[in-house]
């Protein structure tokens, strides 16, 4: 996966530009985001690329030592799924 990485986004684009993927966050402090919207184009469904993009909100999520509130129903089973996400996961 070839994701792009803006603040608060991580996406992938096809060449042509069409979005193919992308997880969203939303600051609620300084510390803590909510990941708010996971998307993935229908073409490209089952193939596993929003647990990848949930498992970059992740990385991404540590490396800036922030905590997240998986508020999006996507992203709140795959918490619910990982115990290895339960570090950053705010509650």
Same mark, same amino acid.
């Given at each position: ?27 609620? *402090?300084? *510390? ?14 089952? +193939?596993?690329?929003? +647990? +990848? ?13 922030? +905590?997240?509130?998986? *508020? ?20």
């Amino acid at each position: 996966m070839n994701l792009i990485e803006e603040d608060l986004r991580l996406y992938e684009k096809e060449a042509n530009g069409e979005l193919k993927a992308e997880v969203t966050f939303s600051p609620v *402090s300084d *510390s803590v985001w909510a990941l708010d919207h996971t998307y993935v184009n229908p073409a490209y469904r089952g +193939q596993g690329l929003a +647990q +990848q993009l949930v498992e970059a909100a992740v990385a991404k999520a540590r490396r800036e030592g922030k +905590q997240i509130i998986p *508020s999006c129903s996507y992203a709140k089973a795959q918490f619910e799924r990982v115990p290895e996400y339960a570090d950053i996961w705010y509650k």
